[in-house]
């Protein structure tokens, strides 16, 4: 099965920047919209951005909002989320998604889980401690 590949993550102290990076198996012009979600232990799976392929509107979570940033690259067919001024709450396994749905016309609709994203990447750990 074709699958995001997703890379970046690690340790970084309070305050500090990290850049993930996904990678899509197919153009990523294909898909309707791409994102990260977050699972952090203890919690709910976390929206954290989104953005729509059409017309690269964008979501943020409140969480994340000033601080993270996400992009794309159709020519490396690859999604990245830059993440400053990180926080020891910003913690989690960092998942890639995509979906081929149509469905959502506004960014927040795939981060919301209201439309399903259909392909989740493996997750990359990201870990802010001091």
């Known amino acids: 099965q074709l699958q995001l590949v997703a890379s970046g993550g690690g340790l970084v102290q309070p305050g500090g920047s990290l850049r993930l990076s996904c990678v899509a198996p197919?153009?990523?012009?294909?898909?309707?919209?791409v994102g990260w979600f977050r699972h952090a232990l203890g919690m709910e799976r976390e929206g954290v951005s989104c953005?729509?392929?059409?017309?690269?509107?964008?979501y943020y979570a409140d969480s994340v909002k000033g601080r993270f940033t996400i992009s794309r690259d159709n020519a490396k067919n690859a999604v990245y989320l830059q993440m400053n001024s990180m926080k020891p709450e910003d913690t989690g396994i960092y998942y890639c998604v995509a979906s081929a749905r149509s469905s959502g016309t506004r960014p927040y609709y795939y981060c919301s889980g209201y439309v399903d994203n259909d392909y989740w990447g493996q997750g990359t750990q990201v870990t802010v401690s001091s």
């Open positions: 953005i729509l392929i059409s017309d690269d509107s964008t």
């Open positions: 197919v153009f990523i012009l294909d898909y309707f919209a």
